[in-house]
């Protein structure tokens, strides 16, 4: 390896150091966007879909995956995201949902067919 090189990957792992230090230790999306606060990258991140609350791990999830979390499927359910203020959108089954680029403060299901749930 070229001295260049190695001040190039001494230079990337500094990067990497710093963008690991900033992560948050948890974000809890509810809170956090009431609080007001700008989206921000985590560790780990706590959401509601309907009344129960759960940690993820990851970044993003797909409508499915969120779905799945509560045990339903999008055959049945239709997922929406609820921004502050009262706005709701749609979360189509394989639309990703960014949890640090976005001000999501919840998410609701809603049974396709009225009999169910």
């Not at 963008?19 to 809170?31: G, N, T, Y």
């Not at 990258?41 to 970044?59: G, L, M, P, Q, S």
């Not at 203020?85 to 976005?102: A, L, N, S």
């Amino acid at each position: 390896m070229s001295e260049e090189q190695k001040k190039e990957v001494a230079e990337l792992e500094k990067i990497v150091a710093l963008e690991e230090e900033i992560l948050e230790e948890l974000i809890d999306l509810e809170e956090w966007v009431k609080a007001k606060k700008p989206p921000r990258k985590a560790k780990r991140y706590r959401i509601r879909i309907d009344k129960e609350k759960f940690v993820v791990t990851v970044h993003e999830m797909k409508g499915i995956e969120i779905l799945g979390l509560v045990g339903k499927t999008p055959d049945k359910y239709l997922l929406s995201q609820k921004f502050h203020g009262g706005r709701v959108e749609p979360v189509k089954p394989e639309q990703v949902v960014e949890f640090h680029r976005c001000e999501v403060e919840r998410f609701q299901t809603l049974a396709k067919d009225p009999t169910e749930g």
